[in-house]
C-alpha cells in the first residue's frame, strides 16, 4: 500500500494564484520529498525536508513538514502555466533505502 | 535532462514474450533503482542496487529480474509478460544508497498485447 497520500487529487486553478498540495503518511520517516511529472514522462525531484526541519523554500516552492500530524504540504507561488504536472510527495525510512511514492495530485494551471 | 538515460522509449510486444529494459546511471551514482507506474497501481518501487549488489525489493514479480553491471548500467527484465504488465518503467539512479534524492530517466513504455 502506498505510504504517502495526496490531496487533493487533482487541482485546477488561474495562472498567478498558489497551489497547495497535502500529504500524509503513516511510518516513522528519515525524510520526505517532493517530484514533479509532466504528463508521460520522467519525475523531477524538486526538494527534499528532513524529518528534523519544519519548512523549507526554493523559489517559489515552499514546504512544511509535520512529523507529529505525519503530513507535509507543498505550496508553489504565483502559479504559471508550465506548473501544469502531476505532484508527488515520496517518502524515506530509516530501515529502508527505498522511497515511497504518494499517489500524486494533478495540478492545472489555467492561462 | 536528468542525466539518465534508459532504452528503449518504447516496447511493443505480445504476451509471452520476455523483454529487457536497459538503464544508465547519472555519471558517478552508484545506486539504481526500478520504478513501475501504471494507471491503477501508481508508482511502485521495484528494486534497487548499489555498486553492483541488491540492496532492496519491493513489488516485483518473479516473472522480472534485474541487476547491475561493473559499469554501473542497469537492465531489468520481464519475462511471461502479461498484458497487466503494460506500463511506464523508470530507472533513477542517486550517488549513494539511502533516502537522497533521486534522479529519473525518461521511461520505457511497455505495451503488451
Redo the contacts between chains.
Sequence with gaps: S?QGEEDPQALSIQEGENATMNCSYKTSI??L?W?RQNS??????LI?IRSNEREKHSGRLRVTLDTSKKSSSLLITASRAADTASY?CAT??DS?????????TRLLVRP | DSGVTQTPKHLITATGQRVTLRCSPRSGDLSVYWYQQSLDQGLQFLIQYYNGEERAKGNILERFSAQQFPDLHSELNLSSLELGDSALYFCASSVEQGTYEQYFGPGTRLTVT
Design positions: 502506498q528519515n525524510n520529498q517530484y508521460g514522462r520522467g519525475l523531477v525531484h527534499l508527488f524515506g525510512m529502508s533505502y527505498k522511497l515511497i511514492f504518494g499517489s500524486g
